[in-house]
């Protein structure tokens, strides 16, 4: 299974304890989905290898991972900062006007004003504010994903719908 075929669940933050539980973030809507969820991907070393799931806990403010065959701190430390990735089959089922931000690569971005800016090429996930980075003529250009700026998505057409607040796109155009 390859990096295409999934998507990214989240990372390992550090050991839980001496017996090789894993605390984890599940960096998702509804985290609470993925309780049962078997059998998860590490990306080690380029690779995704799968490892068996025997619980998940979801405490005050963390999710605990026991993993199969991770018994002790020594195994668990060296899984710090491993991504975790699932089969794009165990993506939740979505309603009318959600999608998922892997769906939008590729996509067409038309904008009010300007009208066609270019294709999407890639998702920055950042802490403040996730962005579509958006290939306008040769020059990436960052736009905010929120309901003020992304007005509609027609996934019939493959076309990000925008009104770019003023000023947005000269930040990228000007030498």
């Known amino acids: 299974m390859t990096k295409a075929d999934c998507f990214e669940l989240g990372y390992i933050t550090r050991p839980h304890g001496l017996d ?16 049962d969820v078997g059998a998860i991907l590490l990306e080690l070393k380029g690779q995704l290898v799968p490892y068996v799931v025997k619980s998940v806990q979801f405490m005050a403010n963390k999710i ?10 020594d195994q668990a430390e060296p899984l710090k900062g491993t991504k975790l990735f699932l089969p794009l089959e165990k ?10 931000y892997h769906d939008l690569i590729g996509y067409e971005v038309h904008d009010l004003d300007e009208g066609y800016l270019g294709k999407v090429s890639l998702i920055y996930n950042l802490p403040g504010q ?31 719908h925008t009104e770019l607040p ?5 930040v990228y155009l000007q030498p």
Not at 91 to 100: I, K, N, T
């Open 91 to 100: 993506l939740p089922e979505l309603v009318e006007g959600q999608f998922y």
């Open 166 to 170: 003023g000023g947005l796109l000269e």
């Open 20 to 35: 090789g539980r894993l605390a984890v973030v599940f960096d998702v809507d509804q985290p609470s989905l993925y309780q």
């Open 130 to 160: 996730d962005l579509l980075a958006v290939d306008h003529k040769g020059t990436e250009v960052m736009v905010p994903i929120n309901d003020d700026i992304i007005k509609k998505i027609d996934h019939e057409t493959k076309t990000v």
């Open 64 to 73: 605990v991972v026991k993993f199969e065959d991770i018994n002790h701190i």
